[in-house]
């Protein structure tokens, strides 16, 4: 999506179908409902719906949605409505739920990662649309020189860990290590951004690094075999064709005895050795409390920047580390098992 504002376009309202209209360079502004509530006419009656757009289930996905859905909840209780909608990691199906909030004139949208924050964005330059779980929103919505603000209708949170400390952790944990295989889908732009940079981190380092990208699930597991021939460590980013197929990654890597070392918590426990992990529930719940501002009529979204995880946590895979050898630094957590 280019950076670029829609003028003179109508907002649907929940209840009713007035319709108001912007000005050119507007900022999105909130149903009728919300700015009930801003104005303190009818706000401690107003009710919302809220339209979630998720590109998949998988563990921190699903987190990051239910931080969202009980931070709205908090502040409105039964006075919003959360439709979430899955789009099985489909780009496509992403932009048919979202084109569907829009119909249905929802007062906000929310995105949970890269695919379905795009599909969002590009349904409505009106409806106040966030984001959550992806990496990068330079790279998600084509903004050249981001500085932290989209500064149209679209803002959120991102999950993006220090990628030179995600290469700081594989040293830590492989220093004999020569090669490194970066493993990504080719389809999921923040991906392909995250190993760009480590890769440029790990060769500072002295690693020896390709990249081995898979277009979707049905060669996931050819190109995997391929990298762990090859490498003597994997990386994985938060990648969430990986997430929601991490057992592949586990069947080859784990008998071959290489490490993988993950850019998120759920990855890790599905195929990891280690990650540098932040809490997804909390990515969400700070990204809810961006909603309720906005419903509230208390913040412009067009001003409001970019939010980051503000804490990270050292984890790692307890069983596979058995099964590999391999025995923690200080300073690592073992991730929960149920």
């Known amino acids: ?26 900022a999105a502004q909130p149903s009728q409902s919300a700015q009930q509530t801003a104005s303190g006419g009818e706000g401690d009656a107003a009710t919302y719906t809220v339209g979630v757009v998720q590109l998949t289930p998988h563990e921190a996905l699903d987190q990051a949605t239910q931080g969202f859905q009980d931070a709205l909840k908090e502040a409105f209780g039964d006075r919003v409505t959360i439709d979430v909608q899955y789009a099985a990691n489909d780009p496509a199906t ?60 679209v803002s959120g949170t991102s999950d993006l860990a220090t990628l030179d400390q995600q290469a700081a952790m594989i040293q830590e944990w492989c220093p004999d290590a020569k090669t490194v295989g970066l493993l990504f889908c080719s389809a999921e732009p923040n991906s392909q951004y995250q190993v760009d940079t480590v890769q440029a981190f790990l060769q500072e ?79 969400g719940v700070t990204t809810g409390q961006m909603a309720v501002k906005i419903l509230k009529g208390e913040a412009d979204i067009s001003q409001m920047p970019i939010e980051y995880a503000p804490k990270f946590t050292k984890m790692y895979n307890a069983a596979i580390c058995k099964d590999l050898g391999l025995t923690p630094p200080e300073g690592y957590t073992p991730i929960p098992t149920e």
Do not use: H
């Open 1 to 26: 999506m280019k950076k670029k504002w829609k003028a003179g376009a109508a907002l649907l309202a929940l209840t009713m179908a007035a319709t108001l209209v912007g000005c050119g360079n507007q």
């Open 94 to 153: 992403c932009a048919t739920i979202a084109n569907g909030f829009v119909s249905a004139g929802v007062d906000l949208i929310l995105g949970n990662a890269s695919s379905a924050l795009q599909a969002a964005a590009s349904a409505t330059g009106d409806i106040p649309v966030l984001g959550t779980s992806v990496t990068e929103y330079g790279v998600a919505l084509g903004i050249e020189n981001f500085s932290g603000t989209v500064g149209t209708n």
């Open 205 to 283: 380092l002295g690693y020896t690094c390709t990249q081995y990208p898979f277009s979707d699930s049905n060669d996931m597991a050819a190109v995997t075999q391929t990298a762990a021939d090859n490498s003597d460590v994997i990386y994985v980013p938060t990648d969430n064709t990986v997430a929601s197929n991490a057992s592949i990654v586990d069947n080859i890597c784990r008998p071959a005895k290489i490490p993988v070392f993950a850019g998120e918590q759920g990855i890790c426990a599905g195929c990891g050795v280690a990650t540098l992990s932040i809490s997804y529930y909390d990515l």
